[in-house]
Nanobody
Framework: QVQLVESGGGLVQAGGSLRLSCAASGRAFSSYAMGWFRQAPGKERAFVAAISWSGSSTYYTDSVKGRFTISRDNAKNTVYLQMNSLKPEDTAVYYC??????????????????????WGQGTQVTVSS
């Protein structure tokens, strides 16, 4: 079992920045690839970013490339999502997830929610225009 707790969400103006954190407890954190998803009101949960167990591979959805950065600190059992140049369309509940794999054999697999075994409760991010 892995427990995930997100933090760092809040209200920010367009163009601003936030850093989300996801603290993991339970089984060996470094054995898991990690991802961030988001769900806006009335929409399905969508992939945002993912990172392999070592941090050597990262994956992003096109709409956040160049603005968001995913990273991890295995010594602290924490994964981060640095979000810059935020837009109103980034408004959503952001979820951290853990996948029981060190990395994916194909990048598209990292985008799929079914690849992830554990989920946090989510943190709200609201970007005002």
């Amino acid at each position: 079992q892995v427990q995930l707790v997100e933090s760092g969400g809040g209200l920010v103006q367009a163009g601003g920045s936030l850093r989300l954190s996801c603290a993991a407890s339970g089984r060996a954190f470094s054995s898991y690839a990690m991802g961030w998803f988001r769900q806006a009101p009335g929409k399905e949960r969508a992939f945002v970013a993912a990172i392999s167990w070592s941090g050597s591979s990262t994956y992003y959805t096109d709409s956040v490339k160049g603005r968001f950065t995913i990273s991890r600190d295995n010594a602290k059992n924490t994964v981060y999502l640095q979000m810059n140049s935020l837009k109103p369309e980034d408004t959503a509940v952001y979820y951290c997830a853990a996948a029981a794999t060190t990395d994916w054999i194909a990048p598209t697999l990292a985008h799929q929610a079914l690849e992830y075994d554990y989920w946090g409760q989510g943190t709200q991010v609201t970007v005002s225009s």
